[in-house]
């Protein structure tokens, strides 16, 4: 049995910043892989792809992550220009990928789902309400928020939220996207909304204000660890969500695996590509 599956396309990003440009793999399923394989865990990654583009999961192989391939027409690629201060990219699609297909899911058997969905087209509802039928599973909403048009990305509410959201038992989202699913300012009031609507776990992360995390009727506040230096921001969030998870799924209480993620992802800050330090780096940054 896995410990955790996660199941997302995986892209072909170009990263854009004022001094450089780099062309890198990308993706919730790429971050979150690549992070979790540094865990005495295991782990799947199902994700669609180009035939042609099949060579960008080999190093993750290498390091002996499982990843099974679905069938794609094209592999989504993104373009994320940067400012200065490293926020709010200005965000391109050049292709995006086939949805995943019912047909084309293997059997799974593992204690955690992830799903990180890029594009609202990827993760039909339908697949969804399968996997939610033998799985524990944990969501990152980014991707059900973005519609494409004219190659940008443009964030609106998930038509499907009230038949999905009572199925998702974890659930993350920025400040951003919380507002745009929940139609509230405050972070407490849109994880109330998002409980109500059936979510065991609401994690919303707050960027330098740190990140707030609502279960069974408690607020846990979590500090927010400043980066030695800020690099590259992309990833972040799902780097967060896999030192959360992997802190859950052993067992750790909320609050613990919230700060672990926290300080985790600060440190995937200061460099390009996914974090890809061991648990002691982490445990470290914690005690400083």
Same mark, same amino acid.
């Given at each position: 049995?896995?410990?955790?599956?996660?199941?997302?396309?995986?892209?072909?990003?170009?990263?854009?910043?004022?001094?450089?440009?780099?062309?890198?793999?990308?993706?919730?399923?790429?971050?979150?892989?690549?992070?979790?394989?540094?865990?005495?865990? @295991?782990?799947?990654?199902?994700?669609?792809?180009?035939?042609?583009?099949?060579?960008?999961?080999?190093?993750? @192989?290498?390091?002996?992550?499982?990843?099974?391939?679905?069938?794609?027409?094209?592999?989504?690629?993104?373009?994320?220009?940067?400012?200065?201060?490293?926020?709010?990219?200005?965000?391109?699609?050049?292709?995006?990928?086939?949805?995943?297909?019912?047909?084309h899911m293997p059997a799974l058997t593992t204690?955690?789902?992830?799903?990180?969905?890029?594009?609202?087209?990827?993760?039909?509802?339908?697949?969804?309400?399968?996997?939610?039928?033998?799985? @524990?599973?944990?969501?990152?909403?980014?991707g059900y928020l973005r519609d494409v048009r004219?190659?940008?990305?443009?964030?609106?509410?998930?038509?499907?939220?009230?038949?999905?959201?009572?199925?998702?038992?974890?659930?993350?989202?920025?400040?951003?996207?919380?507002?745009?699913?929940?139609?509230?300012?405050?972070?407490?009031?849109?994880?109330?909304?998002?409980?109500?609507?059936?979510?065991?776990?609401?994690?919303?992360?707050?960027?330098?204000?740190?990140?707030?995390?609502?279960?069974?009727?408690?607020?846990?506040?979590? @500090?927010?660890?400043?980066?030695?230096?800020?690099?590259?921001?992309?990833?972040?969030?799902?780097?967060?969500?896999?030192?959360?998870?992997?802190?859950?799924?052993?067992?750790?209480?909320?609050p613990q695996a919230a700060e672990f993620g926290?300080?985790?992802?600060?440190?995937?800050?200061?460099?390009?590509?996914?974090?890809?330090?061991?648990?002691?780096?982490?445990?470290?940054?914690?005690?400083?």
């Amino acid at each position: 049995m896995y410990d955790i599956c996660t199941i997302g396309p995986i892209s072909n990003d170009t990263i854009i910043n004022a001094d450089t440009t780099r062309c890198l793999p990308g993706g919730t399923a790429y971050y979150v892989a690549n992070a979790l394989q540094q865990f005495p865990l @295991r782990q799947q990654v199902i994700t669609v792809l180009e035939a042609s583009d099949h060579a960008l999961v080999e190093p993750m @192989r290498v390091a002996g992550i499982d990843v099974h391939i679905l069938p794609s027409h094209h592999t989504v690629s993104f373009e994320n220009k940067y400012s200065a201060d490293q926020s709010d990219p200005e965000q391109r699609v050049r292709h995006q990928s086939s949805p995943f297909s019912l047909e084309h899911m293997p059997a799974l058997t593992t204690k955690l789902v992830h799903l990180g969905p890029l594009l609202s087209q990827d993760i039909p509802l339908a697949l969804l309400e399968t996997l939610a039928q033998t799985n @524990r599973i944990s969501l990152d909403i980014q991707g059900y928020l973005r519609d494409v048009r004219n190659h940008k990305v443009v964030y609106r509410d998930w038509a499907a939220k009230k038949q999905a959201l009572p199925l998702v038992n974890i659930l993350k989202a920025n400040e951003m996207e919380m507002g745009v699913l929940t139609g509230q300012k405050s972070p407490r009031e849109g994880a109330l909304y998002l409980a109500d609507m059936g979510v065991e776990e609401v994690v919303i992360t707050l960027g330098k204000k740190g990140s707030l995390v609502y279960s069974n009727g408690t607020f846990h506040t979590v @500090r927010a660890f400043s980066p030695t230096a800020v690099v590259d921001t992309t990833g972040c969030g799902d780097t967060y969500m896999a030192g959360y998870l992997a802190q859950r799924v052993q067992g750790v209480d909320i609050p613990q695996a919230a700060e672990f993620g926290a300080a985790m992802a600060s440190l995937k800050v200061s460099t390009f590509g996914p974090f890809c330090g061991p648990p002691e780096m982490v445990e470290s940054r914690l005690n400083e």
